[in-house]
């Protein structure tokens, strides 16, 4: 049998562990502050005694992400990284540096079962959930490779967090644990191609985060053809689901639009985006498309965009334009694993 993973655990549950191994349970909170930096070993606890590292490593493990690519744009620096965890898999994250402090992107799963046309992360299906420890070490590692402190979370990734909800909620605890790493839930937002019931779920959760909907479309029709979750929440019961999110929480929505060419970029469809919005507190981020070559959908010409935008604000729509990072590396969610996979079979 696999040992838990002691990275996933919470401060509660490691005092729990201790005391059950006859151990004061006092030890959690520097055993913890080690869990949050990128120890590879036990050993490298060295305030604890070696019989109690030895313990530990014989009753918990200890994920440790093998970095298989590294990628640095020479545009605006930022790093694509693909790790190895546990059983071998791949998973991608992203450092992005931005003049209010370096934001790092995960990675929820192994791939991705949403199928959404215009993302590759979902090309090869979804293999697993990512364990909440694992989803941690992307920051930790990340962090540890840039020398800097990260200021910002965003779960946008490969996978669909919300189809990997109770790791996903650990990890939203542990990281922002004041015994941590300790990174701000307004520090942090995560995407979701739109799980109407895990939002409302989500929503019942006290959480400070930002939600990002990945919209893409205004109606169902155009939505159906390049995001198959639409079939099962369609508009209106995900605009359904945002609301109760906002009423809740409090908290604005971050609505994802990404223009693809003669799909989702036409005026008509700016006029219903900004009247299913009216009213509704949040903004939207208008985001450019990556070309993905087994998808057909090709990126919005810059004129499109611009009139695009241009009808959401005379509607009264907050809007923005995703600055795309990391032009000349594989930036895009799954591309980099793909190839790697790729080039893996052809050996």
Not at 31 to 42: A, C, D, E, G, Q
Not at 243 to 269: K, L, N
């Amino acid at each position: 049998m696999s040992k838990p993973q002691i990275k996933a655990l919470s401060a509660d549950e490691l005092r729990q562990a201790l005391v059950e191994m006859g151990e004061k349970p006092f030890r959690a909170g520097p055993i913890l502050k080690w869990l949050h930096t990128p120890v590879v070993s036990f050993d490298e606890m060295t305030d604890q005694s070696k019989a109690l590292r030895a313990r530990l490593a014989e009753r918990f493990e200890l994920t440790v992400p093998g970095l298989v690519r590294r990628q640095q744009s020479k545009v605006d620096g930022t790093v694509k990284y693909l790790w190895q965890m546990r059983e071998g898999d791949l998973v991608e994250s992203v450092l992005m540096r931005y003049e209010h402090g370096n934001t790092v992107c995960v990675s929820t799963q192994v791939g991705c079962r949403m199928g959404c046309k215009f993302c590759a992360s979902g090309l090869l299906g979804l293999r697993r959930n990512l364990s909440a420890g694992e989803i941690l070490d992307q920051v930790l590692f990340a962090q540890k490779d840039c020398g800097q402190k990260i200021h910002n979370i965003v779960l946008m990734g490969t996978g669909e967090p919300l189809d990997n909800y109770e790791n996903v909620l650990k990890f939203l605890h542990l990281v922002s644990s004041p015994g941590g790493i300790h990174i701000g839930q307004r520090h942090i937002s995560l995407s979701t191609s739109g799980l109407a019931d895990k939002i409302e779920k989500l929503a019942a959760e006290n959480l400070q985060i930002t939600l990002s909907v990945s919209l893409h479309a205004p109606d169902n029709d155009s939505r159906n053809r390049i995001m198959p979750v639409n079939r099962s929440f369609p508009i209106e019961r995900l605009m359904q689901a945002c609301r109760y999110y906002f009423d809740t929480t409090g908290r604005r929505i971050s609505y994802e639009y990404a223009m693809a060419h003669g799909v989702s970029d036409r005026p008509w469809q700016a006029e219903r985006l900004a009247a299913l919005l009216r009213g509704r507190p949040g903004h939207v981020n208008l985001i450019p498309l990556n070309r993905v070559k087994e998808s057909p959908l090709q990126p919005s010409s810059r004129e499109a965009a611009r009139r695009f935008q241009q009808i959401l604000e005379k509607n009264g729509v907050t809007v923005t334009v995703r600055r795309r990072l990391g032009p000349d590396i594989d930036a895009a969610c799954g591309q980099l694993r793909r190839r790697t996979l790729e080039e893996g079979d052809r050996k």
